[in-house]
């Protein structure tokens, strides 16, 4: 009912008229780390109009420096010139960004090692991390993995942001603005290629219909071949295949009122995604049931034991087809009492795959595949204003979304030796196993409401206080069932008697054992109020302080990936169907400078954020359905300090250098899912308490007593390196070639990460280890909006790590994303 009224509101506002709002189509910005914030320079552009920089993080046109929150944001042409042509790249120049993904489905964006628990996804849970483009909110994160179109500038906002956008995120968000209609005819063209078979083109047109309506398209198509050599099918997989498509008409009736109507399709379909065999690791499983003895058993060896031979076997076709659009209309007009902005949006996300989870050349998982639709609607109404000393936005959103799963998972003829026990007999009969098949239904549907407010009021004309509230509302609903069939095609079912003891025949106990049977109905429902406050002090026109504290939350939700069950009688525990949301407490303190006649910025903040019931994955190494699910840690917190600074002497050099020292960890998780060395043993006997009677194997003993669970209190959260950089510079000189008058520029670009863990729970065998990369470009640039450049990235062929994984099974196989290896090429850009 909420969602009706605040979509016939948004409705009812588009044929008033009077004046627009400020936002999406303010000047280019440059990120604070990347020139002075009184010019719009990014580096790589060499390009500076002397306006001042703005932002629009927070609803209002604020320049970078003075707006009181961290942030930091990327110019449109530092994308283009970097190649950082999607968030995966994108945190190369954030480092407060982290970003993993083993497919789009399988993706996730963290800002301080906050947002999404790492690893597989769960359809009844919220982002922590908010994606928006034009003020719309994108509700599945593999959005993430699609490439930036005709994007002006992104800006990455640290910390709660629930008191000013529609969707509540605790994390932070990426707020991305597209570049928008003009009344002025103007072009933007680009052609890449490069190595491993990569090419890339860009265009963009707009201008205008009439005196009152202007339109902009604008379309991107990116190819490359895979990193990986499949030598099965003799393919290279893990490629790149995208194509984007934009529309925009932008009407302008009067003086008063404008109306963006925009439409956006994107696609993907490369041959991808899989992982590489990286090592084995000794767990407590029985030797004859660990990776090296089962692969002995079926005469099988990886093609290679070098990751960085970039080398594999799997033998199922792979496929990761992912498209996803909509359409949204924004109305901007002034009311007399403040600017009104009405955002009305639908989105569709269509993903259909094909893996391989197994990993391997041997037939044990032969299908493994989760396709899913989904349908997002929503509609956000902000009214923001100024009088005198106060300033204010006021807000109300309403979000639906539904989704649908129908998934397989079928095991091949070489899974009964694989997974069962050496000992039973039926370990040699590949019929036990071979096309056990789980069929998965999976639904999901949510909706959630809230009104929310910023206010400022100057208690001086340098010091402000900026109070925000929140009160939210969310409903999610959800329906796994998953139905087992044995290779003949017959229903497998737990049967028992009336004094709870199985009837299922050993084969049956074998096969339930591997692919169960699981059926449930979940819901959650929640009222909460939340809110921030901001204290900001321009201590002069150059330096600029702010403190923050922020109550917030993040919504709880369902387990949409099968719950955990009774060994004999496969009742689901339904108690861990839902999950409790997050309290979060936040802090922050921050100064942002100006120094050397604004020819140089320094920015450096503090913060720490501390999270009750915090979200975690917890990875189950069974081959079945229950791959993983959601439990709440009892306490989580991420404390650290980062800085931005830049340097800009001449209109010839710029330099710059961002950081970010980010200590993440759990706090209190006292009954944590084990790591692979401590698990796959026999089981810690307990007591009636729970309390256990025998200790536990030390890590990694073939056979030993694994215990019930872990504490993890104080481990580093998974996916968040402790220090994080991004760095470069560009020098030019003026000269004259083919005619042109223009600039010969040379640019750099770096990155570091230390060491991260890639587990749940933390484990040796997935540790990532640290690592730098180096990106140069050369080039020719005119006035006249010619830039011809050549490319190099990961200039020193660089071999790491994107992520690493325990394999199902917990047979000790870890297996790797693997990052791409040197790339070159070249870039030609016009404009006009």
């Known amino acids: 009912m909420t969602l009706r009224v605040l979509l016939l509101a948004g409705a009812a506002i588009l044929p008033l008229a009077a004046a627009p709002a400020l936002a999406a189509d303010t000047p280019t910005v440059a990120s604070v780390a990347e020139a002075p914030a009184d010019q719009t320079t990014s580096v790589g552009t060499g390009q500076s109009d002397n306006d001042t920089i703005v932002v629009t993080a927070r609803r209002r046109t604020e320049t970078a420096q003075q707006v009181p929150l961290a942030i930091s944001v990327v110019g449109g042409d ?80 640290r910390g709660p942001q629930g008191t000013l956008y ?79 498509l934009r529309g925009q008409l932008l009407w302008k009736p009067s003086a008063g009122v404008e109306f963006t109507l925009a439409g956006d399709f994107s696609h993907q379909n490369p041959n991808c995604c899989t992982q590489v065999y990286v090592r084995t690791g000794a767990t407590q499983r029985p030797l004859n049931r660990q ?79 989760n396709p899913s639709h989904q349908d997002q609607y929503s509609q956000e109404l902000r009214l923001s ?60 549907k949510n909706t959630s409401a809230a009104i929310f407010g910023k206010f400022s009021y100057k208690l001086t004309d340098s010091f402000s206080i900026q109070p925000g509230f929140r009160l939210n509302y969310d409903k999610k ?68 302080l702010f403190a923050t504290y922020a109550k917030s939350f993040k919504t709880g939700g369902i387990n949409l990936n099968g719950v955990p069950a009774d060994a004999v009688t496969g009742v ?33 903040s503090a913060f720490r954020t501390d999270i009750s019931n915090y979200q975690a994955q917890v990875s189950n190494f069974a081959v079945g359905v229950i791959r993983g699910y959601l439990a709440n840690a009892e306490k989580a917190r991420s404390q650290g300090v980062e800085f931005d600074a830049s340097f800009r002497p001449s209109e010839r050099f710029n330099i710059y250098g961002n950081g970010a020292y980010t200590d993440a960890k759990f706090v209190s998780f006292k009954n944590a899912p084990c790591p692979p060395e401590l698990s796959g043993g026999s089981a810690q006997p307990l007591d009636a308490n729970g309390v256990p009677t025998a200790p536990a194997s030390p890590a990694g003993t073939p056979g030993g007593v694994s215990p019930a669970q872990c504490d993890i209190s104080g481990a580093q959260l998974p996916g968040v390196s402790k220090w994080a950089f991004s760095y470069g510079a560009e020098g030019n000189v003026p000269v004259k070639l083919f005619g042109k008058e223009g600039q010969l520029y040379l640019g750099f670009d770096g990155n570091y990460r230390s060491a ?38 990961n200039a020193f062929d660089v071999q790491y790590f994107d992520q690493l994984a325990v394999a199902p099974g917990n047979t000790g196989l870890i297996v790797g994303n693997i990052g791409d290896p040197r790339t070159f090429g070249g870039t030609v850009k016009l404009t006009f």
């Open 78 to 157: 530092h994308i283009d010139a970097t190649g950082a042509f999607n968030v995966g790249r994108l945190q190369q120049l954030t480092p407060t960004l982290q970003f993993t993904s083993s497919n789009p489905r399988n993706t996730s964006v963290n800002i301080r090692g906050l947002g999404a628990p790492l690893g597989l996804t769960n359809d009844g849970i919220e982002q922590g991390v908010g994606i928006y483009v034009d003020d719309v909110y994108f509700a599945r994160v593999a959005s993430s993995t699609f490439d930036f179109l005709d994007v002006k500038q992104i800006e990455v906002l």
């Open 166 to 244: 529609g969707k509540n995120t605790t994390a932070g968000a990426i707020n991305i603005t597209s570049r928008a209609p003009t009344f002025e005819p103007e072009g933007r063209f680009e052609i890449s290629a490069g190595n491993l078979g990569f090419t890339q083109a860009k265009a963009a047109v707009s201008g205008p219909v009439s005196d009152t309506l202007a339109v902009r398209l604008a379309a991107s198509l990116t190819r490359r071949d895979g990193t990986i050599f499949n030598v099965t099918s003799k393919k290279w997989v893990n490629s790149q295949e995208n194509l984007g």
């Open 291 to 369: 990776y090296a003895a089962l692969a002995a058993a079926q005469n099988y060896a990886v093609p290679s034991t070098n990751p960085f031979d970039r080398l594999t076997d799997v033998d199922t076709p792979l496929r990761a087809r992912n498209q996803i659009g909509g359409a949204s209309l924004r109305a901007k007009i002034d009311t007399g009492i403040g600017t009104i902005t009405s955002v009305t949006a639908w989105r569709f996300w269509n993903w259909d795959p094909s893996n391989d989870r197994d990993f391997l050349g041997l037939p044990i998982t032969s299908k493994s595949q």
């Open 385 to 444: 204003g100024e009088t005198g000393r106060f300033g204010y936005t006021l807000g109300a959103f309403g979000f639906y979304q539904k989704i649908r799963t129908e998934g397989i998972q079928q095991q091949g003829a070489a899974a009964s030796k694989w997974l069962i026990n050496p000992t039973n007999a039926l370990s040699n009969d590949p019929t036990v196993l071979d096309g056990l098949t789980a069929n998965n239904d999976i639904n999901f």
């Open 477 to 544: 609903e959800g329906s796994y069932n998953s139905v087992v069939t044995d290779g003949a095609g017959n229903l497998l079912v737990f049967k028992t008697d009336a004094a709870g003891k199985t009837l299922n025949t050993a084969r049956e106990r074998a096969q339930l054992a591997v692919l169960a049977p699981q059926s449930f109905l979940a819901n959650f429902s929640d009222w909460n109020f939340s809110g921030d406050v901001t204290a900001a002090w321009d201590v002069t026109r150059d330096v600029h």
């Open 572 to 604: 689901p525990l339904l108690d861990l169907a839902t999950i409790k949301p997050e309290s979060v407490n936040h802090y922050e303190v921050g100064i942002k400078t100006q120094f050397l006649d604004r020819k140089a910025t320094f920015n450096i």
């Open 756 to 793: 991260w863990s890639s587990n749940a729970s933390p484990s040796a065998y997935t540790n990532v280890d640290g690592y730098a990369l180096s990106n140069f470009r050369l080039g020719f640039r005119t006035e006249g909006g010619i830039d011809i450049f050549g490319w190099v990235r």
